[in-house]
């Protein structure tokens, strides 16, 4: 079992930033990849960005690059996505999530999820 509690959301203006936090528990997370994912009303779930715990390989939606930034704390056992230059379209509730799998950026490769955080950029 992997447990993720996630962190950091909430309302910003446009052209602003906010970083989401993701503490991680549980047995071998290590091996997982971890993943951002958002979410906006009557849309599909998307990844935002996957990092490969232990080798620290990292991906990022096309929509986001240079923009936000996907690391992890080892020492914390927290993942976070750093996120910079908000647009509108970024509004969305970011859900954590673990992965037994890389390379497969969709949202049914995701075994465990978090409860999800808003984020709200304003125009």
């Known amino acids: 079992q992997v447990q993720l509690v996630e962190s950091g959301g909430g309302l910003v203006q446009a052209g602003g930033s906010l970083r989401l936090s993701c503490a991680v528990s549980g047995r071998t997370f290590s091996t997982y990849t971890m993943g951002w994912f958002r979410q906006a009303p009557g849309k599909e779930r998307e990844i935002v960005a996957a990092i490969r715990w232990s080798f620290g390989t990292t991906y990022h939606t096309d929509s986001v690059k240079g923009r936000f930034t996907i690391n992890r704390d080892n020492a914390k056992n927290t993942v976070y996505l750093q996120m910079n230059s908000l647009i509108p379209e970024d509004t969305a509730v970011y859900y954590c999530?673990?992965?037994?799998?890389?390379?497969?950026?969709?949202?049914?490769?995701?075994?465990?999820w978090g409860q999800g955080t808003q984020v709200t950029v304003s125009s």
């Open positions: 999530a673990a992965s037994l799998y890389w390379g497969r950026p969709y949202a049914g490769a995701y075994r465990y």
